[in-house]
């Protein structure tokens, strides 16, 4: 295939409803989707970058760059085989993991309908129906969060994660543990916590969570192996892992028993595949992460979750929950056993709505072909 042109979008879209973490309060997303022209076959892909640098460095803006000046250039008007070459070709970028993951995601949806496959099944996915969790944000009040966790479990998802951070944490577990002694729990401390608070992450044990995760520093496993030999708690590493040889360095130290993988994280669908690779080879269970995404990025990550390592229920939820209208058809939607039946058609598995991104669009440039020298 050819890229023949590369066409980035700004929609804004507000959430149905705030999500809260350790690190801020987000109500309305501001999200770079990417449209590719491979020899007349339109593909997308969703940069999940958010729109101020707190849970990595990247945001919206950093990848409009990024893809704009670098990525795009370094696609443009290239011939390839397979989506399995563009991390090579977007190599020489540092970083900008999110922004490179819009891209090459877009051109694995390309192949697949060029291939009139599922992208699921181009990637090696084996499962027809992937098991759903909620991730839910930090609340104004522990009732409104007993509230929200109520609708979900009716709901059917099979696990509940928490966002947590000093001063919204044991005494929020023991609430939810009063009502519901034996769901699947588990917590998001998005790095609240350093090895000063060791003492007080011990007491997390006492709530038999099936994971904590990324306690600790953003950067960091190093201090995790350190902290996991105190806990019985599983640690979950998310922000931590960006590469498969993350992922490996971090299995090796034993600073987690558990990985979340994003698609964006890792930069790409190619790492990710890889991440799971590696994953399932020291036998450590993976699950499919979430960032607000619509319906683009959502299809992604339902396709990445039937890979056969993906054995946790994931953050991949129903379009509803995040969106009064999603930008693709059908929503996205969940099944009263919290599950989502993976798509049969070729490709993402859902049409977008053009007209809706057009009307979404506050900002819309088309990249063309340069050479990047020096
Ligand atoms: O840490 O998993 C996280 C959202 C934004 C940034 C970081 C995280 C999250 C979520 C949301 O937990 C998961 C979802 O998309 O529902
Ligand atoms: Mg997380």
Same mark, same amino acid.
């Given at each position: 295939m050819r890229i023949d042109r590369v066409t980035l979008r700004e929609i804004r879209m507000p959430l149905?409803?705030?999500?809260?973490?350790?690190?801020?309060?987000?109500?309305?997303?501001?999200?770079?989707? #990417?449209?590719?022209? /491979?020899?007349?076959?339109? *593909? =997308?892909?969703?940069?999940?970058?958010?729109?101020?640098?707190?849970?990595?460095?990247?945001?919206?803006?950093?990848? =409009?760059? /990024?893809?704009?000046?670098?990525? *795009?250039?370094?696609?443009?008007?290239?011939?390839?085989?397979?989506?399995?070459?563009?991390?090579?070709?977007l190599q020489r970028v540092r970083g900008h993991r999110m922004a490179k993951a819009s891209l090459e995601n877009a051109v694995w949806e390309a192949e697949a309908l060029q291939k009139k496959v599922p992208m699921w099944k181009l990637i090696g996915g084996t499962r027809t129906e992937i098991d759903c969790g909620v991730s839910i944000g930090i609340q104004d009040t522990v009732d409104q969060l007993l509230g929200k966790i109520e609708t979900e479990l009716s709901a059917g998802y099979q696990r509940i994660k928490v966002k947590c951070k000093p001063g919204w944490d044991v005494d929020v577990f023991r609430r939810i543990r009063e009502h519901w002694p034996k769901i699947l729990l588990s917590c998001d401390a998005n790095s609240a916590y350093t090895l000063a608070d060791i003492d007080h992450l011990k007491r997390f044990d006492e709530f038999n969570l099936l994971m904590i995760e990324q306690p600790l520093w953003n950067d960091d496993f190093y201090f995790h192996a350190r902290l996991q030999r105190e806990l019985k708690t599983r640690i979950c590493l998310d922000e931590a892992i960006r590469s498969a040889r993350d992922a490996e360095a971090a299995i090796e130290l034993k600073a987690c028993g558990i990985i979340n993988i994003k698609v964006g994280r890792v930069g790409g669908m190619s790492e *990710?595949? *890889? #991440?799971?690779? #590696?994953?399932?080879?020291?036998?450590?269970?993976? =699950?499919?992460?979430?960032?607000l995404e619509t319906g683009i990025g959502r299809a992604h990550n339902i396709a990445l979750s039937t890979l056969p390592n993906f054995s946790l229920p994931g953050d991949v939820s129903a379009s509803k929950r995040y969106w009064k209208e999603d930008i693709i058809e059908p929503d996205v939607t969940v099944s009263p056993r919290g599950t989502i039946t993976v798509p049969q058609s070729a490709g993402r598995g859902y049409e977008v709505k053009r007209d809706l991104i057009e009307r979404l669009t506050v900002r819309k440039e088309?990249?063309? /072909?340069k050479s990047v020298s020096a």
């Open positions: 149905v409803h705030f999500f809260e973490t350790s690190f801020g309060r987000t109500t309305e997303r501001n999200i770079v989707l #990417v449209e590719i022209d /491979a020899e007349g076959t339109h *593909a =997308w892909g969703e940069c999940v970058a958010g729109e101020h640098p707190f849970y990595s460095e990247e945001s919206y803006e950093t990848a =409009w760059y /990024a893809l704009k000046e670098y990525l *795009a250039p370094a696609l443009l008007g290239k011939q390839f085989d397979s989506a399995r070459v563009v991390p090579a070709l *990710a595949i *890889a #991440v799971h690779d #590696v994953a399932k080879e020291s036998g450590i269970p993976v =699950w499919c992460g979430g960032m088309e990249i063309k /072909a």
